[in-house]
């Protein structure tokens, strides 16, 4: 009896520990934002976070406001090791002009890769590019493409974000 209860015990904390595990973020996850009325029409809400260390921290600590009138798109700017973890996410409101550029590019004297993806929609920055294929302009979830991100200008981007981070 003793160790069929202990069997038991065993079976629940495992499954417990493999969700505790799970680290994405789904649309599940956002289905019941707070619901509150537009400033204007056409306004819309991007996940915004500053420097998080993954997805599913910049997701789950996102303020809930709507950007301002001037962004069109959300915009988010992934990190990986060469491990392809998670080093940073940052995502924010945007204007046209800031996403020019997506795609993935090495980062120089580093392993790091850096993938900057646009999207247009309501909350449509739920996830974060790993790669070329992901690290898009899109008007709809991994749909269409953009200007890919050039070496050259990766400094500037992350140069932009970092502006962004002590404003």
């Excluded at 537009?38 to 996940?47: E, H, I, T, V």
């Excluded at 995502?91 to 996403?99: I, S, Y």
Aim: charged share 15%; proline share 7%; glycine share 4%.
């Amino acid at each position: 009896y003793y160790s069929a209860e202990m069997e038991v015990w065993i079976l629940l904390l495992a499954a417990a520990v493999r969700s505790v595990q799970m680290r994405d973020f789904t649309v599940e996850d956002i289905v019941l934002l707070h619901p509150s009325t537009p400033p204007r029409p056409g306004a819309f809400k991007c996940f915004t976070c500053q420097d998080a260390p993954d997805n599913y921290d910049c997701n789950r600590w996102a303020p809930d406001v709507y950007c301002p009138q001037d962004a069109r798109f959300c915009s988010t700017l992934h990190v990986t090791d060469g491990d392809g973890a998670s080093v940073s996410v940052t995502k924010r409101c945007a204007a046209p002009q800031d996403c020019q550029y997506t795609g993935c590019a090495a980062m120089a004297d580093s392993d790091y890769k850096v993938c900057s993806s646009c999207c247009e929609g309501n909350i449509c920055n739920l996830l974060v590019p790993r790669n070329d294929s992901e690290a898009v302009f899109s008007t709809a979830p991994l749909v269409g493409s953009a200007t890919r991100i050039q070496a050259a200008a990766l400094p500037s981007i992350i140069f932009i974000s970092g502006v962004f981070a002590t404003a």
